[in-house]
């Protein structure tokens, strides 16, 4: 398993590390970065935008977007990731799945061509509670391409933190597949927290199991663990 785990004493370290990390990335000739969102991310972005990183000559790609939710609405990954980073840092182009297409097969084809077109240098990474990766929930397929997926009542009860209630989260999102994730050449994974401890217990310690989605990752050349759980590789 070609895996890197770094272990920070605290989080302003690891954020620091891995904003560092990415805009050595692009100094390196990185043109394709996959992004992803969430309460995970925030610190990130925000060191990235008091950095001097320039991403204008990169392309994005976004893991995922809720289906249904309009962009304007300050939960969608559109309008998060406007506020977080394109606003302060903008790409060349960046690309998210249009969770508002009348055609969701047609929408979740268009993305798995673009990313076929694009190859992805730098695919930075979370992870759920119950191990999950981009929004492919335990017993994805680790065949599985761009897809429409229906969150669990899990994924959706952790982001209902960021509505006003649960029944407002979205059922349903397009998410990159896993094996759209395993095409990087390269994965940065962040968690942080003793929520995420179990997750990454598995993909360090674990089998790899369509059980725990971040086990795949064992299977890959080229993966960064940044943590600040005190975890052994032996």
Do not use: W
């Not at 770094?6 to 302003?12: A, G, P, V």
């Not at 979205?170 to 990159?176: Q, R, S, V, Y």
């Amino acid at each position: 398993m070609a895996l890197q785990l770094k272990t920070f004493e605290n989080t302003d370290e690891l954020y620091n590390f891995a904003a560092q990390f990415l805009q050595q990335k692009v100094k390196d000739g990185a043109k394709t970065f996959g992004l992803a969102t969430g309460g995970t991310m925030q610190p990130l972005y925000q060191v990235l935008r008091q950095s001097d990183v320039d991403f204008s000559g990169c392309t994005s790609f976004n893991l995922d977007e809720y289906i249904g939710l309009p962009i304007e609405h300050p939960e969608s990954y559109f309008t998060y990731m406007q506020k977080e980073l394109f606003e302060h840092k903008p790409f060349s182009k960046s690309y998210l799945p249009n969770g508002l297409a009348e055609d969701i097969d047609a929408e979740v084809a268009h993305y798995n061509e673009l990313l076929a077109q694009n190859p992805i240098d730098v695919q930075l990474l979370g992870v759920g509670e119950n191990g999950h990766i981009g929004f492919n929930e335990p017993g994805t397929p680790f065949s599985e391409k761009v897809h429409a997926v229906t969150l669990t009542e899990s994924t959706r009860e952790a982001n209902a933190r960021f509505f006003n209630s649960i029944a407002e989260v979205p059922e349903k999102a397009i998410t990159m597949g896993i094996a759209n994730i395993l095409e990087a050449k390269e994965i940065l994974l962040i968690a942080v927290g003793e929520k995420k401890r179990a997750a990454l217990e598995s993909l360090v310690h674990g089998e790899v199991t369509v059980d725990s989605p971040i086990t795949v990752l064992q299977q890959h050349a080229n993966v960064v663990v940044l943590t600040d759980l005190n975890i052994s590789l032996a």
